[in-house]
């Protein structure tokens, strides 16, 4: 691969459908491969297809032309390529709100302090659960979000034991938590009951993209 250039899986300007942004308008730079295989996954093809490679120049060349919209680098796993950083810094530059959307499991050290993280811990029965690098938590700050994908109580358990102890209590009086129901497991309305018996100070997360396009699977 050329030194300036990313594979990606698909660019994108649609709603934003997930995190404390959500529907806001967002251009989307998906990165192809993933070093994770969820149960659950619905991004595949970032890591069974293969991706195209595009110069970091052209990339911020698409996002200039929603110059308004936020920007979110997501995958697969965006960390997974080092020419990430390059495009994290060129679109720092040109003063973009940037959302990086990782599954927690590579080292967050090198990302800027300006980019908004949001972390998506892995939950058991995700079968992914023990690829979280802990260490990650000290490196978050107050605009950062942590999100649950949940499947079951088991889950919901795991993830509220979790959120009483480790999970860095900032976040958590923000409203930077996130519990979101893996769609064909958990029902909402299951959910929301937990979260409300047990007096928890997250935030319940529709993918607020599949209410929308419930037909289509990319590209929003
Ligand atoms: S980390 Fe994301 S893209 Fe990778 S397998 Fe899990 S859900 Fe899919």
Redesign the pocket.
């Known amino acids: 691969m050329a030194s300036n250039q990313l594979i990606i899986s698909e660019l994108f300007y649609s709603i934003q459908g997930e995190s404390s942004f959500a529907g806001l308008p967002c251009v989307f730079i998906r990165l192809a491969g993933?070093?994770?295989?969820?149960s659950?996954?619905?991004?595949?093809y970032?890591?069974e297809e293969e991706g195209k490679p595009y110069p970091v120049s052209d990339l911020l060349t698409f996002a200039d032309q929603y110059p308004s919209a936020q920007v979110e680098i997501t995958?697969?796993?965006p960390l997974l390529q080092d020419n990430i950083y390059p495009l994290m810094d060129g679109l720092l530059s040109k003063g973009r709100c940037v959302l990086l959307e990782t599954?927690g499991?590579i080292d967050l050290s090198r990302v800027p302090e300006e980019i908004i993280k949001i972390i998506?811990i892995?939950c058991p029965d995700?079968g992914?659960a023990d690829h979280f690098d802990h260490k990650n938590l000290d490196l978050l700050t107050a605009n950062d979000e942590i999100k649950f994908?949940l499947s079951s109580k088991r889950d919901y358990d795991w993830a509220r034991e979790m959120l009483l102890k480790t999970i860095p209590d900032m976040l958590v009086k923000k409203g930077r938590i996130l519990f979101s129901p893996v769609q064909s497991a958990l029902a909402p309305q299951l959910l929301a009951q937990w979260i409300l018996d047990d007096q928890l100070q997250v935030r319940l997360q529709l993918q607020l993209h599949k209410i929308i396009w419930p037909d289509k699977q990319r590209g929003v």
Not at 34 to 38: T, V
Not at 40 to 44: T, V, W
């Open positions: 993933c070093n994770l295989r969820c659950y996954c619905d991004a595949r970032t890591y995958g697969g796993e599954n499991s998506d892995k995700s992914m994908v």
